[in-house]
Nanobody, 116 residues
């Protein structure tokens, strides 16, 4: 079955950086676009970044453009989110997601807390 396991979160001061990773299994990773979604307690997931399965085209939500970078390593079935110049409003549980066979999957998230 599809599994997505995010890691790399933590507590960081404003202006700091974190690199999130998401290990995927249960599907042919290289054939699918991957996304990152932050979620605050009690709220819906938001979308912040995507990377395509072809040519590694990327897209970002406007508030993170220039600060976040999504990448993938198909040899490791892993997608990354490099987060720079972090702000308190970036605090959330971060999930990676994929639409596989017309079904959406989100794995376990990783908590990012930006605070001084």
């Amino acid at each position: 079955q599809v599994q997505l396991v995010a890691s790399g979160g933590g507590l960081v001061q404003p202006g700091g950086s974190l690199r999130l990773s998401c290990a995927a299994s249960g599907f042919t990773f290289r054939n699918y676009a991957m996304n990152w979604y932050p979620r605050l307690p009690g709220e819906e997931r938001e979308w912040v970044a995507a990377i395509s399965s072809v040519k590694d085209n990327t897209a970002y939500w406007h508030s993170v453009k220039g600060r976040f970078a999504i990448s993938r390593d198909n040899s490791k079935n892993t997608v990354y989110l490099q987060m720079n110049s972090l702000k308190p409003e970036n605090t959330a549980m971060y999930y990676c997601g994929a639409r596989v066979q017309r079904q959406d999957y989100w794995g376990q998230g990783t908590q990012v807390t930006v605070s001084s």
